[in-house]
């Protein structure tokens, strides 16, 4: 059993008591409780197109209302009541110079206080333990309110409603260790108990949530276990800022599909030039259609045992999947020490170019470099990389174009293949399956 | 799916005093006209009255927008611009940018555009655009960012549009018709007469090809025209600023007073649609550096009427001097609050004012500004059924992400 120790990241402040089992009356998310709630609902619109281009979204008057006065305004709410473990605006926080553009944080408080935990990453996959923490416990002053499908052709609104034992309640809960404003983490069905395991409902309902927040800085993301979750209970998390991720700007490669996307509108490219390797997926004539190709290659590398993190982009038009192996590293002992005591965690924040940095000293000397390096230990190894998408394609049931021999066009010169970049580049790893 | 017994939260609250509908409307109509008539003064205010013939007289192809005005909306559109998109004056006054891009805009271009207004910067750039009848061009797009040269805040940008002349190199076919098959809309556009069909269906068969992928790229002859084509612009707008005294420049120019707020920062500030102010507590009297659109229509005065004032102006008879002091006591402790005011608008009205203030930090965590929200207690719930106070968390929210916009230029 591979396991490596790390101080576990405080999602709830119910977190802290995990073991001892409370008895009720205080609210919480359980059965006891959740089923006689009066928690506010926001009911999203039935599946209907993406917005087509980055002009249609913003300038939709109920997009503004989700985010901007029903999130942001709960979340400042929850702030106001002191629920947070530090003030996420009182956080140092930059851009690093270079190409990329890659964001440091200075957050000294998220790992305060705590002793670092065993976490065991060799399996992606653990069936859920009710013995230990797990979202139901959280008290229902941490969530929002409830994030669920109306059915209709309009978003509605509800200021409390009850819940109905058809529909399983998902919730939209603050994460008190936020980093940045807005932090917060979606709970599909929270009464269901689901471990950290994505199914395509679930894919679908976080793709809503982009969709319905309708800002390109509004990003969701997953980690899988073994790719740097904490909590084996579902959950996405999702928060606010408002510059572009490097790895949104990075150049993308387009794949040429012969047979399985033709009818969802679905495209798929490599990501290029870029330190952690991954897949690109955009279009799809429906969030389902895009939602399902997603889900499924997923579903794929956490049957295959292969950690991996998502990042949902651009309200929900473009998608980042990286299958990692750094955990696996770091539990082989083959991830330097002078990488280890940085204590970054590359999950996925960190991999999209966000960087939460614990030590003053480390924010202060943060380079491109640097944040390549770390970048660089995450990623599959190329040869690696092309045998997992070769599976994902298999699973998914898409055959790749045979590559027609482009022209030669004077835009490639930028979409320099990763590997190319040596100066970053240190050697990729094997996940050994 | 939620169950239908449900009803959505807007009748739900009927009984609670919601405004009756035609009040409501014709309040969201004040406001329309308010930004109306701050789009219509954009250029005129700055530049003079003859500003807008003076440009209507260029032959380029050109938008000004201005970044104050909550949106950043199109405040001019040149001749040559309307003839090669295909729209109405009317059609693009008033609206973002964004109308113009579609399905196959690149995005990475989209975001460097983003960029550069959030960085203030000038930029040029190819871009696929659409036009009014859905068909795609390429284009070469060159913006550059206007100062005013009192305190260097950028007060419009000048976006050219430099149709790309599509070169044999750039397509995979049609090699006879190539010398005809420019991707320059004045071909489409001007040879309406009888014009010979293989040029025709050229086009056509490029335009459903056209991707991202497949694209011009923009000779030096098209880069200079649209540099040279920005300066006779922004050379015109400098002449005519210096007949309002209100001087414009095209460089950044340190500046001696307050620090302007980053037009990144105004942008961002200026997609809150909320009547609130900032005031800066590290400068004397706390004045207000910041007023949204809907601060002043709701009290009645205008921008450069309040900037730079403490906010004691909407106090007057009646307002409570207990609770001025509750505020005065909540802004030395560096605390959040919330009171109700009787507060006067510009034309001696008044209106009971739910006002809350918070302290907001900037991007290094230090204590920057208060946030200071207004609302008007007639106006009770939204027509989404949010109360009072969640919509004046919500601004200070907004606010807050607002002050974490970075730069890359704010790096060490």
Known sequence: MLTIKRVPTVLSNYQEDATESRGCGRNCLGKCCLPVSKLPLYAFKSDSKPPVSPSDAIEDPPVDFFLNSLLLGQWEDRMNRGLFRYDVTACETKVIPGEQGFIAQLNEGRHLKKRPTEFRVDRVLQPFDPAKFNFTKVGQEEVLFRFEAGGGQKSLFFDSASVDEANPPSVVAINVSPIEYGHVLLIPHVLDCLPQRIDTESFLLALHMAAEAGSPYFRLGYNSLGAFATINHLHFQAYYLSVPFPVEKAPTRKIPIAKGLADGGVKMSLLMNYPVRGLVYEGGNTLKDLADVVANSCIWLQENNIPFNVLISDSGRRIFLFPQCYAEKQALGEVSQELLDTQVNPAVWEISGHMVLKRRKDYEEASEDYAWRVLAEVSLSEERFQEVKAYIFEATGLVEAEVEDMDADENKATYQSTTASATHFSQGCLVLR | ?412
């Not at chain 2, 196959?104 to 460097?112: G, I, K, L, P, Y």
């Not at chain 2, 084509?229 to 050379?235: D, F, K, M």
């Not at chain 2, 001087?247 to 007073?257: P, W, Y």
Request: neutral net charge.
């Open chain 2, 1 to 412: 799916m939620v169950a239908l017994r449900l009803c959505p939260i807007a009748t739900i609250h009927d009984h609670t005093g919601t405004l009756p509908p035609p009040a409501a409307a014709a309040m969201a109509e004040e406001m329309g006209s308010c930004r109306d008539r701050l789009i219509d003064q954009s250029l005129t205010a700055r530049y003079s009255g003859w500003i807008l013939e003076a440009l209507d007289e260029l032959p380029d192809n050109f938008l000004i927008t201005d970044p104050v005005i909550s949106g950043h909306p199109i405040v001019f559109a040149s001749r040559g611009f309307l003839a090669m998109s295909g729209y109405a004056w009317e059609e693009v006054v008033g609206r973002n940018g964004r109308i113009f891009q579609g399905p196959a805009t690149d995005w990475r271009s989209v975001m460097e555009i983003r960029e550069a207004i959030r960085e203030e910067r000038t930029l040029q750039i190819r871009l696929l655009n659409y036009r009014n009848d859905g068909t795609p061009h390429w284009i070469l797009f060159h913006l550059c960012p206007v100062f005013a040269m009192e305190d260097g805040r950028v007060i419009h940008f000048v976006a050219v549009q430099v149709p790309i002349l599509r070169r044999s190199r750039c397509s995979r076919s049609g090699a006879r018709e190539m010398i005809f098959g420019a991707c320059r809309n004045e071909v489409r556009l001007d040879e309406d007469c009888g014009c010979n069909l293989a040029v025709d269906s050229f086009l056509d068969m490029d335009n459903k090809g056209l991707d991202a992928e497949e694209s011009c790229k923009a000779s030096d002859r098209e880069k200079e025209k649209a540099l040279n084509a920005a300066n006779s612009v922004l050379s015109t707008m400098t002449h005519y600023s210096k007949l309002t005294g209100r001087v414009v420049c095209t460089k950044r120019r340190g500046s001696a007073g307050i620090a302007p707020l980053s037009s990144s920062l105004n942008i961002s500030l200026g997609r809150i649609k909320q009547s609130f102010v900032l005031t800066n507590p590290h400068l004397p009297d706390m004045p207000i550096v910041y007023a949204s659109d809907e601060f002043l229509s709701l009290t009645g005065y205008s921008r450069h009427e309040v900037l730079g004032c403490n906010c004691r102006f909407l106090n007057g008879p009646g307002t409570d001097a207990g609770v001025l002091q509750q505020i005065k006591d909540c802004i030395r402790a560096e605390q959040a609050c919330s009171a109700r005011l009787l507060n006067h608008r510009k034309d001696g009205s008044s209106f009971g004012n739910l006002l809350h203030i918070s302290p907001v930090r900037d991007a290094s965590g230090k204590f920057a500004f208060y946030v200071e929200v207004q609302m008007d207690e007639n106006l009770k719930r939204d027509e989404h059924g949010l109360s009072p106070k969640m919509r004046q968390l919500g601004v200070v929210g907004q606010v807050k992400v607002a002050m974490r916009t970075l730069s890359s230029r704010a790096g060490p």
